[in-house]
């Protein structure tokens, strides 16, 4: 069916569906029908769209995404390449993460900081401003089903929510005004100050839902800023605590056994930001020359004590 049939069909729906009254009389009988009658036009409405929404060429869609996708695809072939079927047996069947973890949605903030391997490790849950509200029941199925014994917020440097929660965003549309209402901020501080105070913020009703948990010693609720442009001059792009369970003093959450550093190691060269990708290769000639690679194995982890 072509695009001029599509958009003719899809007017002649628009009619019939009540959207445009062509008579009076006409539009007596459309409130006649029965609400069953009704959403069975609403449905065809919808398929007819729908189809003619999939039918649209690649000039008419946005470009970009083509290339967007051929990375993503071609990304995701080189990590099936590396990781073989041992990487992914541990959490074929069941996943036992060790700690549910909250960050912001920024493109900016992402696992690789936090866990080397976060397959089946970091149950996470992201929205914008790392809140508790607006994401209450992914968080309590990883502390109630999953059993988590960590519970960690992240917050982040120059924070776009923090940045539109504490100025005027009622010009928003109201699902982002539903999201940016629930972060208790002062106005006209969108910096570290306010960054921090939402992160605490989250670990207090974090702490108030969780009381029983936290009391009987199966739960921790930390808060930390994870900062990629060294504003708490700790380093680039350390995550730095900032709440254990409620303590918000630096001396004493440093003085605690949970902050002793790691041994240390040789540090890694510093990875420059990667090349732009080379085009997809075709099936064919994936066939061909295919990339050989030495298999990755999910390194075990120290299971938690509770």
Same mark, same amino acid.
């Given at each position: 069916?072509?695009?001029? #049939?599509?958009?003719?069909l899809?007017?002649?729906?628009? #009619? ?5 009254? #062509?008579s ?12 069953a009658e009704?959403?069975?036009? $609403? ?6 769209? $729908? ?19 051929s ?13 073989g ?14 700690a ?10 992402? *696992?690789?900081?936090l ?10 849950? $992201? ?20 059993h988590?014994?960590?519970l ?29 209402? *629930? ?36 739960? *921790? #609720? ?5 900062d ?19 303590? *918000? ?13 790691? @041994? ?8 420059? $930001? ?24 999910? @390194?075990e982890k ?5």
């Amino acid at each position: 069916m072509n695009q001029f #049939v599509r958009l003719a069909l899809l007017g002649v729906v628009f #009619v019939l569906s009540g959207l445009v009254a #062509v008579s009076p009389a006409f539009a007596v009988d459309m409130s006649a029908m029965s609400d069953a009658e009704k959403e069975k036009i $609403r449905l065809i409405v919808k398929e007819v769209i $729908r189809e003619y929404a999939a039918s649209l060429n690649e000039k008419q869609g946005h470009g970009a995404a083509n290339s967007i996708v051929s990375d993503i695809r071609q990304a995701n072939a080189n990590f099936m390449r590396s990781h073989g079927p041992a990487y992914f047996k541990p959490f074929l069947d069941s996943q036992h993460p060790r700690a549910t973890v909250i960050t912001c949605s920024d493109s900016r903030v992402h *696992t690789h900081a936090l866990d080397a391997s976060p397959d089946g490790d970091l149950f996470m849950v $992201r929205n914008i401003g790392n809140q508790m509200a607006t994401a209450e029941g992914s968080i309590e199925y990883g502390v109630h089903h999953l059993h988590t014994p960590l519970l960690l917020f992240i917050g982040h440097t120059a924070c776009g929510a923090i940045k539109a929660a504490s100025s005027d965003y009622s010009k928003e549309s109201a699902a982002i005004r539903r999201e940016l209402d *629930t972060i208790q901020i002062p106005k006209g501080d969108p910096g570290l100050s306010s960054i921090k105070l939402n992160v605490n913020n989250q670990v207090r009703q974090a702490m108030s839902k969780f009381e029983n948990e936290v009391i009987s010693g199966h739960l *921790t #609720v930390m808060g930390a800023v994870y900062d990629f442009r060294n504003e708490m001059k700790q380093g680039q792009g350390r995550l730095n605590i900032i709440n254990v369970n409620g303590e *918000t003093d630096a001396t004493k959450i440093a003085a605690m056994e949970m902050m002793k550093e790691a @041994p240390a190691h040789k540090p890694a060269r510093a990875m420059p $930001r990667p090349a732009p990708k080379k085009a997809q290769p075709t099936e064919a000639e994936s066939e061909e020359n295919p990339a050989p690679a030495k298999e990755h194995q999910k @390194p075990e982890k120290q299971a938690p004590s509770h």
